[in-house]
């Protein structure tokens, strides 16, 4: 079993639609939770970090966190064309550790 | 702009040869991390470095190594390369050593023919 688990897409949903995007993990221990968003082979950009359970909110964006699921997510609301990526979801234990990436899952908002 | 800047951006070359990759990172950020994503796979943490010193390995070939020098930017060595090592290789940084945020640079694409 892979320490962190995405659906690897592709999502492909209308524009204006509500996207959810899911990652699982196995290690109970992570407790910082981040999602990146990578353009095509370009580097990924931090969208959202939070820390623990609980959920986060900018803008068009919501990251939710259930630690007692091992389970996180990140929703993106009214989904435009320019939200077409890949989103990857890290996790990271603590002071020392390194971050753990999940494979990512490709989002294609269709105009 | 993330404020990670590394080169070269493509490469081109071949196999057995060896390439170095430069990377510099934010204004302030003291680690470094180094970062592999070949087609269609996730990112694999190669090696991490705080201040100079190095901090912790991941799947970084032998054939691979690097360093952090005093003024804090970082250089990836890839040597005997093979046609499985073409990739994108990821520079990141972060200020601190723990439980802080990583900001990618944009990536040096490397092909090996």
């Known amino acids: 079993q892979k320490e962190v688990e995405q659906d690897p897409g592709p999502l492909s949903v209308p524009e204006g639609a509500i996207v959810s995007l899911n990652c699982t993990y196995s290690n109970s221990a992570f407790q910082y939770f981040m999602w990146y968003r990578q353009y095509s082979r370009k580097g990924p950009e931090l969208l959202m970090y939070?820390?623990?359970?609980g959920n986060k909110e900018d803008g068009r964006f919501t990251a939710q966190v259930d630690k007692s699921s091992k389970y996180i997510s990140l929703f993106i609301r009214d989904s435009q064309p320019s939200d077409s990526a890949t989103y990857l979801c890290?996790?990271?234990?603590?002071?020392?550790?390194?971050?753990?990436f999940g494979p990512g899952t490709r989002l294609s908002v269709l105009p | 702009d993330s404020g990670v800047t590394q080169t070269p951006k493509h490469l081109i070359t071949a196999t057995g040869q060896r390439v170095t990759l430069r990377c510099s990172p934010r204004?302030?950020?003291?680690?470094v991390y180094w970062y592999q994503q070949s087609l269609d796979q996730g990112l694999q943490f190669l090696i991490h470095y705080y201040n100079g010193e190095e901090r912790a390995k991941g799947n970084i070939l032998e054939r691979f190594s690097a360093q952090q020098f005093p003024d804090l930017h970082s250089e990836l060595n890839l040597s005997s390369l093979e046609l499985g090592d073409s990739a994108l290789y990821f520079c990141?940084?972060?200020?601190?050593?723990?439980?802080?945020?990583?900001?990618f640079g944009e990536g040096s694409w490397l092909t090996v023919v």
């Open positions: 990141a940084s972060s200020e601190r050593d723990r439980g802080d945020t990583i900001y």
């Open positions: 890290a996790m990271l234990i603590g002071y020392g550790q390194n971050f753990v």
């Open positions: 204004s302030g950020d003291l680690s």
């Open positions: 939070t820390y623990s359970s």
